[in-house]
């Protein structure tokens, strides 16, 4: 692709366009990458720290430049093209976003597991989750101004945030003072290879560091107990439970 090029200036108007794609591209890697090496040099808990306050200056630098050339307005930090949106549409915009996420999901476990087998595809999913959980969580409770530890109730609301809350069906039961069950009663994945004629994906592993990860990170008295996740056998009504306590 681009191979005649030796320089920018001499690209076409349509590979300009995949030349200014692959700079967006860039700039997501790079972020990430920094945010993985600080993760590596000071901890999550630090890394967490500097990347909510990276990414709030680099938004604002990069929305400045990106609406004046582009001739959108911000409002309060937002994109005017977003707020005239009507909510049908924004909805719809919010849940594709979501879906595109578990697609990415997807197909980077595919594309693993094609040239090195189920396990070294489980192998990486399982790490990644231990490093996106607790990203999700601070994310989540910088979004709702969730206090230090909020409790089983701030862990409720932050669980209707996730993306997953978007692309799946979920509920909970069960609820006393100290504890609650989370259901995860419709999951895409396990939804389309039960459509298939397949088996579970035997998520366990994964979920096992994904959800513990992620109510430590909301609340650090909060400890997670698996009440059932493939490959385990569970009921009609759901594909994985969780129950969630509250220390004290």
Partial sequence: MLKDATNPAELSREDTARFIIDLFHRTIIHHALWFG???????????????????????????????????FTMEDGIPGPLLAMDEHALAALRDRVAKNWLAGD??????????????????CNDSCWAHFSPFEASS?????????????????????????????EQ?????????????????????????????????????????????RAIDKRVSTECIGCPPDSHPEEWFCAWKFSLAG
Wanted: hydrophobic share 35%; net charge positive; charged share 25%.
């Fill in 37 to 71: 090496e600080v993760r590596h040099q000071m901890g999550m808990e630090r890394a967490l720290e500097f990347l909510h306050q990276a990414t709030r200056s680099s938004y604002g630098v990069q929305m400045k430049h990106l609406s004046q050339l582009l001739g």
């Fill in 106 to 123: 997807g197909i980077w476990f595919q594309t693993i597991e094609k040239t090195e087998g189920l396990n070294e595809a489980k192998r």
């Fill in 140 to 168: 989540i409770k910088k979004l709702l101004d969730l206090p230090e530890n909020p409790g089983l109730q701030g862990l409720k609301r932050a669980l209707a945030f996730r993306v997953y809350g978007l692309v799946n």
């Fill in 171 to 215: 509920s909970f039961s069960d609820e006393t003072e100290n504890s609650f069950v989370f259901q995860m009663n419709d999951c895409r994945v396990q939804s389309a290879r039960k459509r298939k004629g397949l088996a579970d994906y035997p998520c366990k592993s994964a979920g096992l560091v994904e959800y513990s990860y992620f109510a």
